[in-house]
């Protein structure tokens, strides 16, 4: 899963989007790359709000609760799972030491108001249906409000980076332009890509020094689990940030961005913490790399879209 | 989705026969299904439906739109997910973090696939609404939905997209498939520690003591074929004229019929 | 039966109790016949062939009548007379009914006037009116006490014929019974004996007063499926035979013929020989089963023919042709199992490779059977307007695949083989290679499969073959991996094939590649390579003292691409040096001599000549003497000669 960031450029609904100046600045920033599209990409995504929270707060009535969001975003750099972002219940139902799955992000400490929201990966095949099953049997409680598409995306390969661009359409109810997104991904070396999935039955392949595959050749790095530390890659992802902000600097324009937002690189080190715990197993080591594909890769990646399309209206 | 069902109550001495009779005509082997079922009931927040106010911003059309939205039917759901004989008894499962390193890993790593692992459990969102009413077919129809959930825990998922763990329960039973047809003769088994429990459980006790929740050992006999678009009028009628055929071939046997709507009702109230 | 009881139905002749029985009789005959003096042997010899004759020629008179003194008019005056005397006797027949109509309406005009009004003839009406004549009834005198003897007698021998006349009825009946019951007791032995064997009975679904035979597969396509079940049928005598309308006639079976560069060198013969088993009901079914298999055999496989065809297969009406490889071709038809095929030409590997691809197919079939029961038990899908279609079984593609594997594999192997020959003729002494043979690509570990489909379900997966070893230089080594695929793209094979020869970093591994020159220019190459660094790093076996200053010289690789080495001149000051050139081949290892005239030695062309004092040499594993010196010795003697 690489560390990405997401950068998004609202635009007027009748004016032109700013698609065509950041391909040119892409290009004017970089001029020793050749910038030419190595392909296409596309997004989707499907915003639910809560129902009650769309009915104006009557004037005797206190503050209104936080708006609670769900959103379906699915990525076609991502085929293999569909993602649901929900906010968490503010009223929480009467559920007893309900533990959080991970522990305080340390990335970014959370200061939103809004509350935490839950990521939940599917497969497919469940997207529409989880969707048509939430228009139709929980109408008190969600309520559609628009749905937003990346038709036909352009990707670039710029040095370590690669850059998705594209214009962000809305689709439903009415059809109109939102702006544009830019997602730059970093492709260097990283630690976190040397953190092997999981596999179905829970163990994970030969790890360093076992004699086996590398699973770390693609990253180049030689580490084993005892050498990464949660605290790594809180490092890993702040100085990668830093990366991805210093390249959109160098494109000097101005937009929405999402880098180190709540729960990004949880997922990671949820893998990184089964990794440790496999590791003092001794019964790993059957070398078939191919399994079923890292439900949770492009978590990070998700989080980030769907943070900066989460319009109110 | 729709899905368009038949019933017929078997008392427990016929079942074996039945099961012999179901092979013959479907000319397959039973498969044995042991299915965990938990059952998640919609929440409202109290007191609040009906609100109105000073439409700031929104039209007329849409406020009542949203008000008719707020007073919408909520549902109860089941999230169901497929288990094995060898999940239910065994042992619980020890918490690697208390045993580290340098403890004697052989009698673990002895038995490793008869845990049950709640983290690895697959599940599948499965919603029914309440049976159409005044349809004159002969059939229970009523629209559904399926959709595969990730793996582990489902509860925090489910909390947070507006349902709560009510209660879970295991379906025992054998399926076979005839001409588009699912055959489903189950019953219904009931934890014996009773259903107090927030969260569903991570393990599951010994199949032997879990305990019928009708008496007497009857199967449910569940005839049912899903049709994809049940607007389709020409798709609707085929399925009911498969489940009316096989209703004729197992008259001898048993008596398919149409369930009682309201027994059948998913409302949360 | 001790227990059963007969109960005579014929009548039983009582003896007649008049003592007088004998006399009468004597005196019967004696006014009959005459007198017992007369009668001997030869006279009742002679009065029954009397009777014989006469019974005889009566018959044959009658018949001669009517044959002989007929001619056609004669015959045809006959007919009309005979035809006035049939109308006669009707038209005379119908008056005196007529008559008889009036005579007794007349007399019920008395009672019911009105009826017989409708029934009485005009003329009559007219003379007689109505009520004119009248009956009763009047007790008639007593009959003589003889008369009613006659008729009591009478009646009692009417009473005994019609006794006898139920009595044979019920006999026949009895008898009837019996021979049905003989003849049912056989229909359900024969049923049983059926049954028993292992074949399914049922009711036949279309008359359910008949029993059917299930003989065919539940798995097929239904037009298959359905042709499986076959009435069983009762003949007169009880024995069964099959509805002749279902099963297929002949025993027919998928021939498979091996075509060699053009000629037939192979068939398959029908697996089960279902004639041998004679006429019986069971060898009947069993060839029923085994056609109808073979028919559904055909009939997939020309499905899944038409589906490849971009492979090559072509299908006519009834005949597939499967191109092989290496002038290999597969052809494939459905005829008679009794069809005479011809013996010459026909070779032992042939007819093997014809008969395992026979039976593979069958059991790819099989195979296909199961999937479909595996298919139909899962829970259906979503009913969609739309049926989804069934894919074209895998039964061709395993088969053309291993076809290909095999030959490529043999390729490959003749190629390793081919190579080190010549290097071992050199007395070079290469480490020998390692062959895996259809290493079967990475299976998933399928515990919930049976064995059997799980064994048969590697035939569908990619075949796969390694072939790897170590090379002369030290930490080298070269693996090839021959992969071929029909049933996922890439289709056909491709050769994966990777060095690691740590003297040329740069020389990179080709990767994959799908031609076999490339694989062979490849390995080629890298051998060549490990020869010129084989004969770089030859040390002389033992340095001579009085060429110290010669010792250290060697022998260096300056085109090892090209297998061109440079020894470096004896003298620092001599511009003369001199170059050996390595080619190798499939064939043979050939060394060649150079002087060259130019300093760095990269002289070509006009630059290099020949060196006229050595012989070039060349090292063919066939042409292989063992008194030919080794290209070490070569070397050290080139060495030492400059």
């Given amino acids: 899963m690489p560390i990405t960031g997401v950068y998004f450029i609202p635009s007027n609904p009748n004016s032109s989007t700013a698609l065509s100046t950041v391909t040119e600045r892409l290009r004017a920033a970089f001029p020793d790359e050749d910038i030419a599209p190595i392909g296409r990409w596309a997004l989707e995504q499907k915003l639910l709000r809560d129902t009650l929270g769309l009915l104006p707060a009557s004037s005797t009535n206190k503050k209104p609760p936080n708006p609670r969001y769900m959103q379906f975003l699915s990525l076609s750099h991502y085929p293999t799972h569909g993602f649901i972002y929900t906010s968490e219940p503010a009223d929480k139902p009467p559920a007893p030491n309900q533990t959080p799955t991970g522990p305080v992000n340390g990335i970014a400490p959370d200061h939103s108001p809004a509350p935490p929201m839950v990521m939940t990966t599917i497969p497919p ?72 999935v999981a596999r179905e039955d829970g163990s994970f392949g030969s790890v360093a020094g076992a004699g086996g595959i590398d699973l770390e050749a693609d990253s180049g790095i030689d580490i084993s689990a005892a050498d990464i530390e949660e605290s790594d890659i809180d490092a890993e992802y702040t100085a990668t940030a830093s990366l991805i902000r210093e390249f959109w600097a160098r494109l000097g324009m101005e937009g929405r961005e999402a880098i180190l937002i709540p729960g990004v690189g949880s997922e990671v080190k949820e893998r990184l913490r089964r990794w440790k715990k496999a590791g003092s197993r001794t019964d790993i080591g059957r070398d078939d790399a191919e399994g079923e594909p890292d439900p949770w890769s492009g978590a990070d990646v998700a989080r980030q879209f769907m943070e900066v399309l989460r319009f109110n209206r | 989705m729709h899905e368009q069902s038949l019933f017929a109550s078997v008392p427990v001495h016929q079942h074996h026969e039945l099961l012999q009779q179901l092979a013959g005509l479907t000319a397959m082997q039973p498969r044995h299904c042991l299915e965990r079922r938990l059952i998640f009931k919609a929440f409202r927040k109290p007191g609040l439906a009906g609100r109105t106010g000073a439409s700031q911003d929104l039209q007329q059309g849409d406020l009542q739109r949203l008000n008719k939205m707020l007073n919408g039917n909520l549902y109860y759901t089941q999230v169901i997910g497929s ?187 | 039966m001790a227990d059963s009881f007969t109960l005579p139905l014929r009548h039983i002749h009582e003896k007649r109790e008049r003592p007088d029985t004998l006399p009468v009789e004597i005196a019967q005959i004696n006014s009959q016949w005459g007198s017992f003096r007369d009668v001997n042997e030869e ?20 018949s001669d009548e009517d044959a002989t003194d007929l001619d056609s008019t004669e015959r045809l005056e006959q007919l009309y007379k005979r035809r006035t005397e049939i109308t006669e006797f009707a038209m005379k027949a119908h008056m005196e009914t007529l008559f008889a109509l009036d005579f007794v309406s007349l007399l019920l005009s008395k009672q019911l006037p009105r009826q017989a009004e409708t029934s009485i003839s005009p003329y009559l009406k007219q003379i007689a009116p109505l ?26 021998g009417w009473r005994i014929q019609n006794f006898k006349a139920a009595a044979n009825k019920l006999l026949q009946a009895a008898s009837r019974l019996e021979t049905e019951v003989a003849a049912e007791t056989r229909y359900w032995n024969e049923v049983l004996a059926i049954k028993d064997k292992g074949w399914g009975i049922c009711r036949s679904p279309r008359n359910g007063r008949n029993l059917a035979v299930q003989y065919g597969f539940l798995e097929s396509t239904p037009i298959f499926r359905d042709r499986g079940l076959a009435p069983l049928h009762r003949a007169q005598d009880g024995s069964l035979h099959l509805d002749e309308g279902v099963v297929p006639s002949k025993a027919s079976y998928v021939r498979v013929r091996v075509i060699q560069d053009g000629r037939l060198v192979g068939y398959s013969k029908p697996t089960r020989s279902a004639l041998d088993g004679g006429d019986t009901i069971e060898s009947r079914i069993r060839q029923a089963r085994d056609t109808l298999f073979e028919e559904e055999l055909f009939h997939e496989l020309v499905r899944e023919a038409r589906a490849i065809a971009s492979f090559g297969v072509t299908t006519r009406e009834n005949l597939i042709e499967v191109p092989g490889s290496d002038d290999l071709e597969i052809l494939l038809d459905l005829v008679d199992a009794d069809e005479v095929q011809p013996e010459d030409g026909i070779t032992r590997q042939g007819t093997t490779l014809a008969q395992g691809i026979g039976h593979a197919i069958g059991i790819l079939l099989a195979y296909a059977h199961r999937q479909n029961l595996r298919r139909r038990s899962q829970i259906p899908p979503p009913l969609t307007p739309k049926k989804p279609s069934i894919p074209e079984y895998q039964l061709i593609r395993p088969v053309l695949t291993y076809i290909k594997h095999i030959s490529d594999v043999r390729w490959v192997q003749s190629l390793l ?91 990179k591994s080709p990767g994959h590649v799908s031609q076999r020159q490339e694989v062979e220019a490849a390995i080629t190459h890298l051998l060549l390579l490990d020869v010129v660094f084989a004969i770089a790093s030859n040390e002389p076996a033992k340095p001579k003292d009085d060429r110290d200053a010669q010792a250290n010289r060697a022998w260096d690789p300056i085109y090892p691409q090209h297998g061109e080495l440079l020894l470096s001149p004896s003298s620092p000051n001599s511009f003369k040096r001199r170059k050996m050139k390595v080619a190798l081949s499939r064939d043979e290892l050939s060394v060649e001599v150079y002087k060259v005239h130019c300093i760095d030695g990269t002289g070509r062309g006009n630059r290099e000549k020949r060196d006229t004092k050595s012989t070039p040499s060349t090292w063919s594993s066939s042409a292989a003497s063992p008194d030919q010196p080794s290209l070490m010795e070569f070397v050290t003697t080139e060495l030492s000669r400059s």
């Fill in chain 3, 417 to 507: 083989k081919d190579l080190f020959g010549v290097l071992q003729s050199a007395k070079l002494n290469p480490p020998a290679y390692t062959t895996k043979s259809f290493s079967i690509g990475k299976q998933a570990p399928a515990a919930h499969l049976p064995a059997v489909e799980a064994f048969v379900g590697q035939f569908l997966a990619p075949f796969e073959s390694t072939f790897s070893g170590k090379i002369l230089t030290p930490r080298g080594s070269f693996s090839i991996a021959v992969r071929t695929s029909l049933s996922s793209p890439p289709f056909g094979t491709s050769f994966n094939v990777s060095f690691n020869s740590p003297m040329y970093p740069d020389f």
């Fill in chain 2, 83 to 269: 288990v094995s004989e060898q999940d239910f008894g065994s042992t619980a499962q020890i918490d690697q973090d208390t045993q580290m390193a340098g403890t004697d890993n052989a009698e673990r790593d002895g038995s490793p696939s008869s845990s049950y692992d709640y983290e690895r459990q697959s599940w599948r969102l499965e919603f029914r609404d309440i049976p159409e009413a005044g349809t004159r077919s002969a059939v229970t129809s009523r629209f559904m939905s399926s959709a595969a959930l990730p793996r582990g825990d489902v509860v925090q998922a489910m909390n947070a997209w507006g349902y709560n763990f009510v209660t879970e329960y295991v379906v025992e039973g054998d399926m076979f498939v005839h001409n588009g047809i699912a055959i489903f003769l189950h019953r219904v088994l009931h934890y014996p520690d009773g259903g107090d429990s927030n969260l569903p459980r991570q393990q599951l006790p010994a199949l032997k003591d879990m305990t019928l929740l009708e008496k007497s050992g009857s199967y449910v006999l569940q005839a049912f074929i899903i049709v994809q678009d049940g607007s389709n009028q020409e798709t609707m009628k085929t399925a009911s004229q498969h489940l009316f055929g096989l209703r004729e071939q197992l008259k001898p046997a048993v008596l398919l019929e149409q369930a009682d709507r309201l027994s059948l009702d998913t409302r949360a109230k």
């Fill in chain 3, 131 to 156: 009520g004119s004549l009248h009956a009763e009834v009047v007790n008639p005198p007593p009959k003589p006490a003889s008369a009613a003897k006659d008729i009591s007698v009478v009646s009692r």
């Fill in chain 1, 125 to 196: 095949a469940s997207y529409g249906t989880l969707f048509q099953h939430f228009t139709y049997a929980c109408q008190p409680f969600w309520s559609h409000r628009f749905t937003l598409a990346v038709p036909n995306g352009v990707v670039y390969d710029v040095g370590d980076f690669r850059v998705r661009l594209g214009d962000v359409r809305q689709t439903v109810p009415t059809a109109r332009v939102r702006g544009t997104l830019v997602e730059i991904e970093w492709r260097g070396p990283s630690v976190v890509e040397a953190i092997p």
């Fill in chain 3, 43 to 62: 006279v009742l010899r002679q009065k029954m062939a009397e009777e014989a004759d006469k019974d005889g020629v009566s018959e044959e008179d009658e």
